[in-house]
């Protein structure tokens, strides 16, 4: 055999190999995104089912009937309190929010720029408490909220999750990239330190932020234990608290309507991911290579 043929050879195992390997990846992925999206899909063909068809005997792939499903909706959000569980959640949420930003970054401007007595314990003791179980926390916390009188508020909701040893972590990451020199020629213009933070660090750490906010939501909206221990009170039920009185096993409700108020808890972080999930991505990739 010549060397041309065995170079050709060569040539045509290794396109055989990496078609091999591309096709193994696509199933790979195929196989995964088919697990992963399985069961909202089948939540969503029992919803648009006709009332009582049953479920277990008579399994579908494809909903059945649109107008039983939106009955089911419907019925849901006129009869019970699922509006004022979605307005809880989503204020809940936001505030939230708009908390782990401007506490997280204000402090991790100070952790990544400046130098300060103290700053290497304060940022360990810090990180050190991502190393604690949040069930640890849990009954000092509702101690104090108590104390607090805040039992069945929106304050005793919001607060005691304000200070995100993560977000801290994550912005603390990002604001290190920030060029002394910025800070410096901001410094020399006359700005203060607050303009500093607010006109020059806030831009730059723009997608860090963006990435926080969306990470924050899910936690948030999806936060059963919380709610439950601190308000018990049914004119502050969240939607995670409605929708397990539904999940309790003397609810006596019909499979698709606990599967309806199931959907209607997963659709707004459903679309808020699927709105945002390029941020997502970027931001925890932008992460992972500054790291």
């Known amino acids: 055999m010549t060397a041309a043929s065995e170079s050709a050879s060569g040539h045509r195992w290794a396109v055989a190999d990496l078609w091999t390997w591309a096709v193994l990846k696509w199933v790979v992925a195929i196989c995964i995104a088919i697990v992963a999206v399985f069961p ?45 569980a979605y307005y809880i959640s989503v204020t809940y949420a936001l505030l939230t929010i708009l908390g782990v930003l401007l506490f997280g970054s204000m402090a991790a401007f100070e952790f990544a720029l400046f130098d300060f007595p ?18 640890v926390t849990i009954i000092p916390t509702y101690l104090l909220v108590a104390d607090l009188g805040w039992l069945n508020t929106m304050q005793g909701l919001v607060v005691p999750g304000l200070a995100s040893a993560f977000g801290l972590f994550m912005l603390v990451q990002f604001m290190r990239s920030i060029p002394a020199e910025m800070i410096e020629a901001a ?98 990739a932008m992460q992972g290579s500054k790291g």
Do not use: C
Request: hydrophobic share 55%; glycine share 6%.
């Open 187 to 284: 410094r020399l213009d006359g700005a203060s330190h607050f303009q500093i933070y607010w006109h020059v660090a806030l831009p730059l750490s723009k997608n860090a932020l963006v990435t926080l906010a969306i990470l924050t939501f899910m936690k948030t909206w999806g936060n059963f234990t919380w709610p439950l221990i601190v308000a018990p009170s049914p004119e502050t039920y969240t939607v995670g608290q409605v929708v397990g009185l539904f999940n309790a096993p003397f609810s006596h409700q019909t499979v698709d309507v606990v599967m309806t108020a199931n959907l209607l808890a997963a659709v707004p972080p459903l679309i808020f991911f699927l709105i945002f999930q390029r941020k997502i991505v970027e931001g925890i």
């Open 40 to 84: 909202i899909w089948w939540m969503v063909n029992v919803v648009f089912a006709e009332p009582g068809a049953p479920v277990s005997i008579n399994p579908r792939l494809y909903p059945t009937s649109f107008s039983a499903g939106w009955d089911k909706i419907m019925m849901i959000l006129t009869e019970t309190q699922y509006l004022r």
């Open 118 to 135: 103290g700053k290497g314990l304060l940022f360990g003791v810090v990180m050190l408490s991502l190393m604690v179980p949040t069930a």
